[in-house]
């Protein structure tokens, strides 16, 4: 079983960070909001997008699938009470001239073997779609 662990420390009332390993993350914790950090939806939505991603490069060498390079847009729903994400749809756009098939294929094995995508789907309507980036 793996573990995961973080460090977070506010900063001041405009803002905090998160911080693992050799990495720091500036977090909005502030009232006013801040434009160059993400606020904790937009943090979850990250995650999400890099679950995403990085499930599509674990598939990749399992189902021989060439891809030029992919590009994830997330939208969600947040209703205020009681304060909560509803929704969260997504598109995953492939750079690839792999089949639909073989595409819906890379969609299946994303959706099932992401850990932050299985662990919102019990929480939150997930959906989403993966397309064929258009020239």
Do not use: W
């Amino acid at each position: 079983m793996l573990e995961y662990s973080i460090s977070a420390e506010r900063a001041d009332a405009a803002g905090s960070s998160a911080m693992v390993r050799q990495a720091v993350v500036a977090l909005d914790t502030s009232l006013a909001g801040r434009t160059d950090a993400f606020n904790p939806a937009e943090m979850l939505l990250a995650a999400l997008a890099a679950c995403i991603i990085k499930s599509a490069e674990r598939a990749l060498p399992l189902l021989g699938f060439d891809m030029r390079g992919m590009h994830v847009h997330l939208h969600a729903i947040r209703q205020d009470a009681p304060p909560q994400i509803t929704s969260i749809d997504y598109l995953v756009t492939v750079d690839t001239d792999e089949s639909d098939r073989r595409l819906n294929l890379l969609h299946k094995n994303i959706r099932k073997y992401g850990t932050i995508s299985n662990t919102l789907a019990l929480a939150v309507a997930l959906d989403g779609r993966i397309v064929r980036k258009m020239e």
